[in-house]
């Protein structure tokens, strides 16, 4: 435990992520709904990183490791490997600020995300879409480059700047009985966990996944990090298990972790599309179908719902 | 003129409006687009009124005139003819103040519309479509209740109530070369005159406008209304026409209209959708189409660009 609390961000690292990547980032708005207030008994705040920059929080993260790096090891730019939202909001912090940003992403990934990243200014290296070439991809990438290796949400720097999100959700309300956010890898429940757990530590957090990859619910319950291999969802930034670190704030700081089916996070993302004329993606969705699916634990409370993202293909929308 | 000019809100009726709906009303956000920018080489600024309650924009002018009523003739209620965001909006405003609202909408109106307007308490009479059974009904509807006819934009109560926008959007960004709004009936780009006139009349205001129905732009082009019979476009708010109190705006403030094909229309709304993360009716993609097909009138520029509304059927994509 004594190596792993030495890499752990503190709130501090929040802080500090904030002021560094406050000329970078959008400081995203928080709505309020009537409609779904009524609908299930809790006042709902809802932070819309899916307003953020490339779409998603993870530019938090993502620019906070980026600018900070000091300036020689910002010349041999930054790594990652990633087929999602992190690998487009690294190659954006990359390119603001002129360093090289390197990406492994599996072939099949779709064009427009490639396409999405490459517009940022990110190099893609292409690999078999599993865990073993990926592996072996990104080591030949990192080796070559000498390039900062940053994880899409175990690296410590990384967390602290989804920290920021809760930070000024904090600074838009009055206050809240609880915070939700969907949980995937556990970057933003970390971030979350981290800022929460100074700033507000009556404040319950809950984690809002998938049935069908609820590996960070059994690992709660088992009090044991449990990795699936490759779950299918919808939610489909939601596949990947946690890390060490990222397990440290879940296992001490989240009150509960919540499921919800495919057709449950479906139809409450095509209910927010409808009645609070926002796009948000499937995994964005998650809590607030567990919300939904759960009244008796918010009803009377004041929550904060974290909106992490709206990247959609508008092409294939699930309900259609 | 003379009696014409009786009839025409001030600045002043909107400071005063601004005053009486603040309680009812969300203050929208404004956000800005690097991607649009890029795009349009202009600076700007979305000021979202499809996050407004009900939906739309409309929800301002029909609160002020339900607020405005005294008791007596509140009692009465309030009645219109409208089968799109009005009707909506007005159901809001006198639900909000716990008096009737009678609504003639065409029976041929989507269930969906009609199920949100008797969600808000609104009173359903139907017509036939067509504009001699509508005034016929509406006629009988409001002599039976003696309720005050609150016409969707015509009404001076409602353009000072619009024009509440415009303030607020002036006041969330430091200054602005011009301002660009959809325009059916007028009743948005009358409000906005209203109030820019007074408070930036240095700033261009431009109408945005459908092509296959613009009669405002042939009006405009003209010098006297024309107003054309049940024209055909997917942006479905704008096919009403001036009427005598929007069209003395639009005759002295309006700089310049401009129009967009249906497959512009779309384009700029599902690219909005992709890269904003926002949900616009075709009706508020108007304005963004026309920035797009002239760049030269607006590159250099910091734009106001209102987006009017976000009530759009989930299961009937213009794109899809």
């Keep these: 435990m004594k190596d792993l609390n030495m890499t752990l961000p503190t709130y501090r690292d929040v802080i500090e992520a904030h002021e560094r990547i406050a000329p970078y980032i959008h400081r995203t708005p928080v709505l309020t709904s009537t409609y779904f207030d009524d609908l299930t008994g809790a006042q709902l705040f809802f932070k819309c990183e899916n307003l953020q920059k490339a779409g998603a929080f993870k530019v938090r993260g993502a620019s906070n490791a980026v600018f900070g790096l000091d300036d020689e090891a910002a010349k041999r730019g930054v790594a990652t490997h990633s ?9 954006y912090a990359a390119g603001r600020r002129g360093i090289p940003c390197h990406v492994v992403m599996p072939r099949t990934a779709p064009d427009a995300k490639k396409a999405a990243v490459r517009g940022y200014g990110g190099v893609i290296t292409e690999c078999e879409p599993c865990t073993s070439s990926r592996e072996e991809v990104f080591a030949r990438v990192h080796a070559e480059t000498g390039a900062d290796f940053v994880h899409p949400y175990n690296d410590p720097r990384v967390i602290a700047g989804q920290g920021t999100c809760s930070r000024e959700l ?3 309300t009055d206050g809240l009985d609880a915070v ?9 429940v970390s971030g979350t966990c981290l800022w929460m757990s100074h700033a507000a530590p009556e404040t319950a ?13 059994r690992s709660f319950k088992a009090g044991h990090i449990i990795a699936d291999d490759a779950p ?9 298990p946690l890390k ?9 700081h989240v009150t509960d972790i919540l499921t919800a089916s495919e057709d449950e996070i479906v139809a409450a993302m095509k209910l927010a599309w409808q009645r609070m004329k926002i796009v948000l993606e499937p995994s964005s969705a998650v809590p607030l179908a567990t919300i939904l699916k759960n009244p008796g634990v918010f009803a009377g409370k004041r929550v904060g719902v974290i909106i992490t993202g709206g990247n959609v293909d508008m092409d294939r929308l699930p309900w259609t």
Tied chains: 1, 2.
Excluded: C, R
């Design 83 to 91: 087929s999602g939202n992190h690998a487009l909001s690294l190659s």
């Design 170 to 172: 904090m600074e838009q």
């Design 180 to 188: 939700i956010a969907p949980i995937g890898g556990g970057g933003m």
């Design 205 to 217: 957090i809950y984690a809002a996944e998938p049935e069908q990859a609820d590996d960070a619910y």
């Design 232 to 240: 299918q969802t919808v939610a489909d930034g939601l596949k990947v």
């Design 244 to 252: 060490e670190n990222t397990w440290h704030f879940v296992q001490n």
